[in-house]
């Protein structure tokens, strides 16, 4: 535990000296991308995709991210597995000997080791799998490149993971045109898992996957969870499917982490009025269930020069003074709910049905 830092706004440090489930604690993270302007590419500021975003994932949990487009939820999913260097901040992550390492500050040869843990599943099945390549070859590469199998026993582990997913191990020989959506997403999943990973990022892993394929997709990863006891980053903008496979869920606005909660007390107590917002125009199966819908005044925040105090205080029907002029602090108003609103304490917001 020395490499946790001392100086965050808030508790996360404390909880994770407390509870030893956390697998990954995310401190202040941020990323800022420079924009360069002109011939000679002058720096002319950042987008502040990432900014100091604080939030922690236990072991065998699903954290949901959800926020609307252009929000930082790949970003951020990139940031934490360092596929993209965070500007600052710490990425904590649990080692198998139960330490807390800063993946932040692994040289690449440390990083490498981490690899096999922390793996990625695509949105996109259609181009995420090399054309070129059979099941056998992709499902087998990351084995190979790690050094972990070859030969005949790398042939039985490909088996085993593409049978592991719900694939028959017969068209292992086959190229992934010869699949459909779904069964593309299983190759990539088995690809995945591979190197035996502990805690993987899904980047809206089912959304470009019809309603029907996107639920057993959805079961797959849920099964494969409780068997292989994995932790998820479960990135989706579709607030259904993030009620469905969350265990706690949070909740991005340009840039900025401004909720997280366990689910039903998320979709059921909001706290920030950019969740109670984001839940009223959740589609319900019962139309005479629908809350109020509630229209957001005015364009989501430009990262490039967001505006001051809290961001979402321009589109906020609470907004007052304070709003306007101070950075509301990340703070925890509940156990496993944190949220930063000024008003936070005050307000009581419409919840959604749960579906
Ligand atoms: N490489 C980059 N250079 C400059 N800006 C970037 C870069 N990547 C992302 N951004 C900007 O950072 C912000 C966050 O983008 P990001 O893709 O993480 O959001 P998102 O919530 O995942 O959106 P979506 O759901 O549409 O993928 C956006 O304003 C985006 O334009």
């Known amino acids: 535990m020395s490499q946790v830092r001392e100086s965050t706004a808030f508790d996360v440090v ?16 941020k990323k800022y991308f420079p924009i ?5 590419q002058r720096m002319d500021g950042y987008v502040k995709a990432v900014d100091d975003v604080n939030f922690y994932i236990r072991e065998g949990e699903t954290f949901g991210l959800v926020g609307e487009s252009g929000c930082g939820k790949t970003t951020l999913g990139r940031c934490v597995l360092r596929a993209i260097e965070p500007s600052e ?10 330490q807390m390492r ?39 590469e990351p084995l190979i490149c790690n050094k972990l199998a070859s030969g005949e026993e790398l042939r039985i582990r490909v088996r085993q993971l ?39 990022v899904c980047d809206e892993a089912v959304s470009a996957l019809d309603v029907s394929v996107q639920a057993q997709i959805l ?45 039903e007390d998320l979709f059921m107590r909001p706290r920030h009025p ?14 005479r269930k629908k809350v109020e819908r509630i229209v957001l005044a005015g364009e989501v925040a430009n990262p490039a020069n ?41 307000l009581t917001l419409q919840g959604a049905q749960l579906s």
């Open 14 to 29: 404390r909880v994770s000296k407390i509870k030893n489930d956390i697998i990954l604690n995310v401190q202040s993270l």
């Open 89 to 98: 901040g710490a990425t904590l992550f649990r080692d198998r000997e139960g």
């Open 219 to 263: 079961n797959l990863l849920q099964d494969l969870q409780k068997q292989l006891g994995l932790s998820y980053l479960f990135i989706s903008h579709d607030l259904g499917v993030i009620q469905h496979i969350s265990d706690r869920v949070g909740v991005m606005y340009v840039g900025r982490m401004v909720e997280t909660a366990r689910t």
């Open 162 to 200: 593409v049978e592991m997913v719900g694939l028959n191990s017969r068209h292992m020989d086959r190229y992934p045109h010869a699949f459909s959506g779904g069964q593309r997403q299983r190759i990539g999943i088995a690809r995945a898992l591979a190197t035996n990973p502990r805690f993987v």
């Open 102 to 140: 800063d993946l932040n500050k692994l040289d690449a040869k440390e990083l490498r080791k981490f690899r096999r843990d922390i793996q990625l599943i695509f949105q996109d099945p259609y181009s995420s799998l090399n054309p070129r390549m059979t099941v056998q070859n992709i499902v087998g």
């Open 274 to 287: 950019y969740t109670e917002a984001l839940l009223s125009a959740k589609p319900v199966p019962d139309p």
């Open 306 to 346: 967001p505006p001051s105090g809290c961001y979402f205080h321009p589109r906020c029907p609470y907004a007052q003074e304070i709003c306007r002029s101070e950075k509301p602090v990340w703070r925890p108003v509940s156990e496993d709910h944190f949220v930063a609103c000024h008003r936070a304490e005050e």
């Open 36 to 40: 360069r302007k002109g011939f000679f």
